[in-house]
């Protein structure tokens, strides 16, 4: 079973910047890919970033591309999301993910490939 605990949300000015984290604790005999999904109030999740391996690049949503960036610090368990240049429309609860592979991790952004979640952290950009 895994867990996950986000943190570091919080209400910021447009323009303004958060880094968010995710620790990972719990057992598996898979390597776990990682990601972090979003919930605007009245609209539906979605994903905003994952973590792809074997030398591949993350994905992004297109609306957060050159603003977000998704990194992963194996030795504290931890995966982290900068948020830069915040606008209003990123105003949501935000999640981590997981889901476990034998294989490589594609980053893929579909809410459905993903088993584990977190409780999730809001986040609240005012214009």
Excluded: H
């Excluded at 570091?8 to 057992?27: E, K, T, Y």
């Excluded at 030398?55 to 957060?64: E, I, K, L, M, T």
């Excluded at 609860?93 to 991790?105: K, L, P």
């Amino acid at each position: 079973q895994v867990q996950l605990v986000e943190s570091g949300g919080g209400s910021v000015q447009s323009g303004g910047s958060l880094r968010l984290s995710c620790v990972v604790s719990g057992n598996t005999s898979y390597r776990l890919c990682m990601g972090w999904f979003r919930q605007a109030p009245g609209r539906e999740r979605e994903g905003v970033a994952t973590v792809s391996t074997d030398g591949n690049p993350p994905r992004y949503a297109y609306s957060v591309k050159g603003r977000f960036t998704i990194s992963q610090d194996n030795a504290r368990n931890t995966l982290y999301l900068q948020m830069n240049s915040l606008k209003s429309e990123d105003t949501g609860m935000y999640y981590c993910a997981a889901r476990e592979t034998y294989g490589s991790c594609s980053g893929s952004l579909r809410l459905g490939s993903y088993a584990y979640w977190g409780q999730g952290t809001q986040v609240t950009v005012s214009s």
